[in-house]
């Protein structure tokens, strides 16, 4: 039987210099059109978490919505969106963090998670490590206890293990 990891290699699409010269975006809209794929990329990501507590899933604007909807449904667990800098409507908390070019910003509601909550931070990508580090640091400006962080790609190439070091990480495929 074709391992997970070499479904989603041959569907994952690469489109080279998006949305910038010299960055290969790894487009994961080909997983969406499969519905059986897209089915085992969710169960994929959410099984090393079951059982262990999780009270919330952290999903990261905007691909990182698709796939923790659906692992917050199979952990039973809370959803809570963290999104870019000016989106949310109601009390929130921001965390910036540095690009290769500039800076950007993750903010999630105060009201969304607290010190009882353990969260789980989805995404699609894993890259610099930068976005989800800032959400990690989110969570634990609220008092959670952040179990770990779950992606579907990661790019080994690129610095994230040294932004998440401590951090208990399970990914699908590495490119
Ligand atoms: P980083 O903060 O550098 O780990 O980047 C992660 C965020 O940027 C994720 O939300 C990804 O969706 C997006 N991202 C970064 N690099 C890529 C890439 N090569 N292909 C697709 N998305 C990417």
Do not use: C, N
């Amino acid at each position: 039987m074709t391992s997970l990891s070499a479904r989603l290699k041959a569907t994952i699409r690469d489109v080279p210099d998006f949305p910038k010269p010299g960055v290969v975006f790894k487009d994961i809209t080909p997983v969406l059109h499969d519905p059986a794929l897209f089915a085992d990329v969710t169960a994929a990501l959410a099984a090393p978490w079951k059982g262990k507590g999780i009270t919330h899933v952290l999903a990261i604007e905007s691909r990182g919505f698709l796939f923790g909807a659906p692992v917050a449904q199979h952990l039973g667990a809370a959803l809570v969106p963290v999104r870019k800098p000016g989106k949310l409507p109601s009390a929130h908390l921001t965390e910036r963090y540095t690009l290769e070019y500039g800076e950007d910003a993750v903010e999630v509601h105060t009201d969304a998670i607290d010190a009882r909550s353990l969260v789980l931070i989805v995404d699609d990508v894993l890259a610099t490590g930068g976005t989800a580090s800032a959400t990690r640091r989110l969570a634990h400006r609220l008092g959670a206890g952040v179990a770990g962080v779950g992606v579907v790609i990661d790019l080994s190439f690129l610095p994230w293990r040294a932004a998440l070091s401590g951090v208990h990480v399970e990914t699908l495929v590495s490119f």
